[in-house]
């Protein structure tokens, strides 16, 4: 079956630090791949996405590049906040048949001021 | 945009009863899909509806089990409760289509005691 995994957490970083949060996958076909971002107390909230090979997903100054060759789906941020500290989910779809999200188990990102 | 709306946001109930979720899908949306978040881990998906159908199941037992409005609002039903039913329960709705983005509600914290 499909499935994802993620670097485990928590990853702990100075304001203004580099993030990499590693993310690879495992899926019969070609997936989507999504990252979702949890704020204490809330939903998902879907933080960016990448629908075929190659394709650079961005928003709020994160990326993510997807890797066919590596299947893997890394989230970056070249300076992080004390904001952006939630716990990052990555996940895929399959364009085809079940459309139903598979998550990683996540990885909580604390930033220090 | 009221955006999805999941009620109640919290309850406890006791082993063996029985308790109902409700999700209001973002406007425009019509499908609605269900995803269980035990602490500390990824959502897992329960099942989604579709034109007041099942469409799509996910490996969980017969207890569970759902139902969507003609207005796309759906239920979450679970059965005979037990301790390990206690989690964070997601409503995600979308539209029907190939790469459409799921917007997730808040989340009902169920918790059996």
């Known amino acids: 079956g499909n499935s994802v995994t993620q670097m485990e957490g928590p990853v702990t970083l100075s304001e203004e630090a580099f993030l990499t949060i590693n993310c690879t996958y495992t899926?019969?076909?070609?997936?989507?791949l999504f990252w979702y971002v949890q704020y204490p107390g809330e939903g998902l909230q879907l933080l960016l996405k990448?629908?075929?090979?190659?394709d650079k997903g961005s928003n709020k100054g994160f990326e993510a590049t997807y890797r066919k060759e590596t299947t893997s789906f890394h989230l970056e941020k070249g300076s992080v906040q004390v904001s952006d500290s939630a716990v990052y989910f990555c996940a895929l779809v399959m364009d085809t048949g079940r459309r139903a999200l598979t998550f990683g188990s996540g990885t909580r990102l604390q930033v220090q001021p | 945009d009221a955006g999805v709306t999941q009620s109640p946001t919290h309850l406890i109930k006791t082993r063996g009863q029985q308790v109902t979720l409700r999700c209001s899908p973002k406007?425009?949306?019509?499908?609605v899909s269900w995803y269980q978040q035990a602490l500390g881990q990824g959502p897992q998906f329960i099942f989604q509806y579709y034109e007041e159908e099942e469409r799509q199941r996910g490996n969980f037992p017969d207890r569970f089990s759902g139902h969507q409005f003609p207005n796309y609002s759906s239920e979450l039903n679970v059965n005979a409760l037990l301790l390990g039913d206690s989690a964070l329960y997601l409503c995600a709705s979308s539209l029907q289509g190939r790469n459409t983005e799921a917007f997730f509600g808040q989340g009902t914290r169920l918790t059996v005691v």
């Open positions: 406007s425009g949306h019509d499908t």
């Open positions: 899926a019969t076909g070609y997936p989507s």
């Open positions: 990448a629908t075929k090979a190659d």
